[in-house]
């Protein structure tokens, strides 16, 4: 014999009680705050991918520039050379390449430098020609000393031979006495010892 069912599920409509809509109220407010803070880091990304891009734009066209143009305005060194083209003058070499980029009329202080600078280089070379005489005057002096007071030991020269012919003249001329005492008392005698 079937059996008769008792129960059957129905999808049928269900009313809220007050804590299931308290609780779904929650839940409500937690999704609006958690859309709100992905939108901010939406926005805050966005604008950080934006910046960058704008900076990578930014290198392109600059890159566009200086292909175009073929050079870029940099600060580089020059040296300066006073006098040149004109007397006068002043020239800004570059120290890379070495041309002229530009000149200039000096100043009245680099005038008075530059007549500055000339006294004291008058003053160097004359400083250094009276050092240079005073080195010859030295060493002219000491040549002069040798050659007045010569000696035996450390005189040559003509001095040295005129120091030894006054002394051979001062001893005078050697004695021969001897050999005329010899000769006057008559032959020499030989003394033969143990002889015939």
């Not at 929650?26 to 604008?47: F, G, R």
């Not at 800004?92 to 430098?113: F, H, S």
Request: proline share 3%; charged share 35%.
């Amino acid at each position: 014999m079937p059996t008769r069912l008792t129960h059957s599920t129905e999808y049928l409509q269900r009313g809220f009680s007050d804590a299931e809509k308290i609780q779904m109220g929650q839940e409500l407010a937690n999704c609006h705050s958690l859309i709100d803070q992905q939108e901010t880091k939406l926005k805050n990304v966005s604008a950080q991918i934006k910046l960058e891009i704008a900076g990578i734009k930014s290198k392109e066209e600059q890159l566009t520039l200086l292909i175009q143009t073929g050079y870029e305005m940099a600060n580089v060194k020059c040296r300066l050379e006073y006098d040149k083209p004109n007397v006068g003058e002043v020239s800004y070499v570059r120290e890379d390449t070495g041309t002229v980029v530009k000149t200039r009329a000096m100043t009245e202080a680099e005038r008075q430098l530059e007549l500055d600078l000339v006294n004291e280089a008058n003053a160097e070379a004359a400083k250094e020609a009276e050092a240079n005489a005073s080195a010859a005057e030295s060493a002219k002096n000491v040549t002069e000393f040798f050659e007045e007071q010569p000696t035996p030991e450390t005189g040559t020269g003509e001095n040295l031979a005129k120091t030894l012919d006054a002394d051979e003249s001062e001893q005078g001329e050697p004695e021969e006495e001897d050999d005329d005492e010899d000769e006057e008392d008559g032959p020499a005698v030989t003394e033969v010892v143990g002889g015939r």
